[in-house]
């Protein structure tokens, strides 16, 4: 076989191998990474890329490679399913790091974890001042919980007694100009109904929209492919040039 066809073939087949592994694992694996499934991570795709260009070794074993390391990644995750010990060995426990506005630094030496960490995790979560910190909890997957303290907080309307309504998500109903039928029939609305709307707001076919939603209060969102934006602010140090669509 010439060898650059083999390569992507066996490139192919890394990239399905790779994309069936991911199905099969799940979403907790990317978006809540352990230490354990970063390394898991790190040698299925070492995997894959021998596999893609490693002509001189059978595909056989590589993809035999992929298998035994997916069997396990799964079988971890299961362990962790069924047992809190095994959960608490494999994936760690969290961590407070701050404890009402003071640094524990012991349990922040432990982890290898210093205060130039802690504080760009407090400003993401848009806490400036430590003092202003309850808790914060460094969990497993390195993300920093933060809970300011209450005169810290913002308000919500609970705080100050009134009522709200029930806000729900919004549903999509135009996306890339392709009408989604089932979310009509989930919001017991029509074509019709849809088309009346959009000509209200001066559209004439899908085809214009980008997106279209609905919220739970009935408001219909719509974005045109051909926005009509009067004035463009651009957060870069470019030159003023046409307004982007």
């Known amino acids: 076989m010439n060898p650059l066809l083999e390569i ?4 192919v087949g890394a990239f399905l191998a790779v994309l069936l592994i991911t199905r099969i694992i799940g979403k907790s694996q990317i978006g809540q990474l352990t230490v354990t499934d970063f390394v898991n991570g790190i040698v299925i795709g070492s995997l894959a890329a021998a596999l893609a260009i490693d002509v001189r070794t059978p595909a056989v074993y590589y993809f035999a490679g992929l298998a035994v390391f997916s069997g396990l990644t799964l079988s971890l995750e299961y362990l962790t399913m069924k047992s809190r010990p095994a959960r608490k060995v494999l994936e760690d426990e969290p961590t407070v790091v701050v404890h009402n506005g003071k640094v524990l630094e012991q349990k922040m030496h432990n ?83 849809l088309f009346r709307e959009l000509e209200k707001k001066g559209v004439r076919t899908a085809e214009e929209v980008v997106y279209a939603s609905l919220d739970s209060a009935g408001d219909l969102y719509v974005d045109l492919r051909e926005d009509a934006i009067d004035h463009y602010t651009d957060t870069t140090d470019k030159m003023p040039g046409k307004i982007p669509q």
């Open 111 to 193: 982890m290898r974890y210093h205060m130039d960490d802690l504080m760009m995790q407090l400003r993401a979560k848009g806490a400036f001042n430590i003092a202003d910190v309850e808790f914060a909890v460094l969990e497993p997957n390195g993300e920093l919980s933060v809970q300011l303290k209450s005169q810290k907080r913002p308000v919500t309307p609970a705080d100050l007694n009134l009522p709200s309504s029930y806000e729900g998500l919004p549903s999509e109903l135009i996306v890339d100009g392709k009408v989604i039928e089932q979310n009509l029939v989930q919001n017991n609305v029509d074509e019709e109904w």
């Open 8 to 11: 992507i073939l066996r490139a």
